[in-house]
């Protein structure tokens, strides 16, 4: 069974300040590695997605892969209180199909103003 | 405009009912997928199709139906509801890799 873990939280921090979603997933051969958020009540919509080990930046996010430790995480920085919300990591290994994401259950992320 | 629909949004059915959720998309995206979101499990892949006529299992397809007859459409029904199918499902769409989702159906089963 492949599965994507990631820390329920909340995960509190102030304005301002860096905070930082983990991911750990079991599967070696996942290629393809994604962030949603999820505001309460909405649907899930994509914040990045990473390829490659190392850092991807994006304005305020920066996600990062390691492959041989099978860990992919969120850096958001300067947080606002609009980014209180929830946050999914996601995993595809291609296999099967394009697109077939495994959802860890998510980490809620409060700001605090 | 292009996108991702999703109808009802909400529904409130009885045990052993029939349901269909339905879901269209504009972009003609080839694959389709229906989650399943629950406090505690995540989102839970159910069916997705990888292009009109072409359908196969999730993670949690039991109680579940799906048809693809054309490109834009994937029908989820329930064909006799349960208590545990009371949910919030989502439908995607997806170019390799990436999902845009329906804005979802809450779905309550009594």
């Known amino acids: 069974q492949k599965e994507v873990e990631q820390n329920s939280g909340p995960l509190s921090v102030p304005e301002g300040a860096i905070a930082s979603l983990n991911c750990t997933y079991s599967?070696?051969?996942?290629?393809?590695f994604f962030w949603y958020r999820q505001y309460s009540g909405k649907s899930p919509e994509l914040i990045m997605f990473i390829y490659s080990n190392g850092d991807k930046e994006d304005g305020r996010f920066t996600a990062q892969l390691n492959k041989a430790s099978q860990y992919v995480s969120l850096l958001i920085r300067d947080s606002q209180p609009s980014d209180s919300a929830t946050y999914l990591c996601a995993v595809t290994n291609y296999g099967g199909s394009q697109g077939n994401l495994i959802f860890g259950k998510g980490t809620k992320l409060s700001v605090k103003p | 405009d292009a996108g991702i629909t999703q109808s009802p949004r909400y529904k409130i059915t009885e045990t052993g009912r029939q349901v269909t959720l339905m879901c269209h998309q504009t972009w003609s995206h080839s694959y389709m997928f229906w989650y399943r979101q629950d406090l505690g499990h995540g989102l839970r892949l159910i069916y997705y199709s990888a292009a009109a006529d072409i359908t196969d299992k999730g993670e949690v397809p039991d109680g579940y139906v799906v048809s693809r007859s054309k490109t834009e459409n994937f029908p989820l029904t329930l064909e006799s509801a349960t208590r545990s199918q009371t949910s919030v499902y989502f439908c995607?769409?997806?170019?390799?890799?990436?999902?845009?989702f329906g804005e979802g159906s809450r779905l309550t089963v009594l």
């Open positions: 995607a769409s997806s170019p390799p890799g990436e999902l845009f």
């Open positions: 599967d070696r051969g996942s290629q393809s």
